[in-house]
């Protein structure tokens, strides 16, 4: 039996109201990142009306949870609408965009590629 001590853990990460962590935005787009690991990067957005992240893609797999708000998402070319409690997941290199047709809050989940 072994004698050395184990490992200690990392500490947990918890945010008591994520969505207090991002406030609404009057215009253009805000993002702040709140965790930045290898295993796990998270972003929030807050989009004014009207506003959008045009086509793009994420090297990694992605998910994204929308928090509050209404808008539009096209993911690999098929359009949805979106509202708080919508959440979709990507793998790598999937061109998406999304717009804001209100206020709109999200969280963005990079996940850790693949080996």
Request: aromatic content about 6%; hydrophobic content about 40%; overall charge negative.
């Amino acid at each position: 039996m072994s004698t050395e001590p184990a490992a200690p853990l990392p500490p947990a990460t918890f945010f008591e109201d994520l969505l207090g962590e991002t406030p609404h935005v009057t215009r253009g787009i805000h993002s702040q990142t709140l965790e930045d690991h290898p295993d796990l990067r998270l972003v929030m957005f807050a989009f004014a009306p009207g506003e959008e992240l045009s086509e793009h893609t994420a090297a990694r797999p992605a998910v994204v949870h929308v928090l509050d708000g209404e808008g539009e998402a096209v993911v690999g070319g098929v359009h949805h609408r979106v509202h708080a409690g919508s959440w979709f997941r990507m793998p790598p290199r999937l061109p998406h965009s999304i717009r804001a047709t209100t206020p709109l809050r999200m969280a963005l989940y990079l996940l850790r590629a693949s080996d």
